[in-house]
């Protein structure tokens, strides 16, 4: 079962991944992304949003398909960067893994 943590978005800021509460959940960067993948990217903002750590780890290898093309980011209309969240995302898995 996945564990749910509010603090966990102020624990990612250290990672550059600081503008997730932006996001409203519209789905436009889903529908706009190449991947056309499984909600992706909206899907790991909202992990962020409710603290489900576990479940970015779990699903880590979608965060290494994003291909930086920008299109989110370019296309959210609240300035959440998911492009960028991505690759905040990468640093915390990878700072996960050494710890591990
Ligand atoms: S487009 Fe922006 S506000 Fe909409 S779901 Fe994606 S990150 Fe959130
Ligand atoms: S930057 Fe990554 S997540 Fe965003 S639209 Fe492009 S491939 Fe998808």
Not at 39 to 48: A, D, N, Q, S
Request: positive net charge; glycine residues 6%.
């Amino acid at each position: 079962m996945a564990l749910v943590n509010p603090d966990f978005a102020q624990e990612l800021k250290q990672f550059g991944v600081d503008t997730a509460l932006e996001c409203f959940n519209c789905g436009t960067c889903a529908a706009i992304c190449p991947l056309i993948y499984e909600h992706f990217p909206r899907k790991m903002i909202r992990y962020v949003q409710v603290g489900a750590a576990e479940l970015i780890l779990q699903q880590a290898q979608d965060l290494w398909r994003c291909l930086h093309c920008g299109l989110c980011t370019r296309t959210c209309p609240r300035q959440a960067n998911p492009g960028e969240l991505i690759l905040g995302l990468r640093r915390y898995v990878v700072s996960r893994w050494r710890r591990a």
